[in-house]
Nanobody, 118 residues
Framework: QVQLVESGGGLVQSGGSLRLSCAASGIIFSIYAMGWYRQAPGKQRELVAI???????NYSDSVKGRFTVSRDNAKNTVYLQMNSLKPEDTAVYYCYGKGPFTTNPTYWGQGTQVTVSS
C-alpha cells in the first residue's frame, strides 16, 4: 500500500520559514518524481515545486527564490523548505509522487495546512 505522509505545516508570521516533509512508503522512491502542490480556499490546486529522480527541480514563478525542494532517497523523504513566507502562501500543501512510466498512477498525501499571518 502506497502512503505519502506530510508533516511540518503550521502557523507562521509573514517573512518566516517552515519546512515540510513527506515520507513515502510502498514505492521505489528513488525512481519517482516527487513534489508539492498547494490549494488555497476557493482556488484550484497548483504546482509549487517538483524534483525528478535525477534531482532536476522545477518551481512555480510565485515561489522561485524563496522555496527549495529536496529529496533524501535513503529516507524516502522529500522536503520543501519555505522561506520569506507571504500571506498568499497560505494553503493546504500536498505531497505528490509520480512513477517514471505513463501507466504509473499519481499518488497524493493527505495534505498539511500552512497559514501565514500578516
Amino acid at each position: 500500500q502506497v502512503q505519502l505522509v506530510e508533516s511540518g505545516g503550521g502557523l507562521v508570521q509573514s517573512g518566516g520559514s517552515l519546512r515540510l516533509s513527506c515520507a513515502a512508503s510502498g514505492i521505489i522512491f528513488s525512481i519517482y518524481a516527487m513534489g508539492w502542490y498547494r490549494q488555497a480556499p476557493g482556488k484550484q490546486r497548483e504546482l509549487v515545486a517538483i524534483i525528478s529522480s535525477g534531482r532536476i527541480t522545477n518551481y512555480s514563478d510565485s515561489v522561485k527564490g524563496r522555496f527549495t525542494v529536496s529529496r533524501d532517497n535513503a529516507k524516502n523523504t522529500v522536503y520543501l523548505q519555505m522561506n520569506s513566507l507571504k500571506p498568499e502562501d497560505t494553503a493546504v500543501y500536498y505531497c505528490y509522487g509520480k512513477g517514471p512510466f505513463t501507466t504509473n498512477p499519481t499518488y497524493w498525501g493527505q495534505g498539511t495546512q500552512v497559514t501565514v499571518s500578516s
